[in-house]
């Protein structure tokens, strides 16, 4: 069951967005795994999506579900602040959500 949702823009070309690719599997794989869906999308082969999503800069991480939204621009190099960022609480923290 997913229970995460996150969508990655990205230029696939740029070292930036490959290594947020890479990182982003990385940290997904070994915290996450199984409870996410993850749609990565090329701005250059779709490019419509940056207006729709006010995509400013690449890579960009956006938390769909569960609400609230949140986004990110990184390379999402450090696992424990990405998963901040996007208010996911993982092992003992998840059960302590004061």
Same mark, same amino acid.
């Given at each position: 069951m997913e229970k995460y949702f996150f969508r990655l823009?990205?230029?696939?070309?740029?070292?930036?967005?490959?290594?947020?690719?890479?990182?982003?599997?990385n940290t997904c794989e070994s915290k996450l795994k199984g409870l996410y869906r993850l749609e990565i999308i090329d701005l250059l082969e779709n490019p419509q999506l940056a207006e729709e999503e006010q *995509? %400013?800069?690449?890579p960009t991480l956006i938390k769909?579900?569960?609400?609230?939204?949140?986004?990110?621009?990184?390379?999402?190099?450090?696992?424990?602040?990405?998963?901040?960022?996007?208010? *996911? %609480?993982?092992?003992k923290r998840e059960g302590n959500k004061e």
């Open positions: 823009f990205v230029i696939k070309k740029m070292p930036a967005s490959e290594r947020a690719i890479k990182n982003l599997l *995509i %400013l800069a690449t769909q579900f569960p609400p609230p939204a949140s986004r990110i621009i990184s390379d999402l190099y450090n696992k424990e602040s990405v998963l901040n960022a996007l208010d *996911i %609480l993982i092992g």
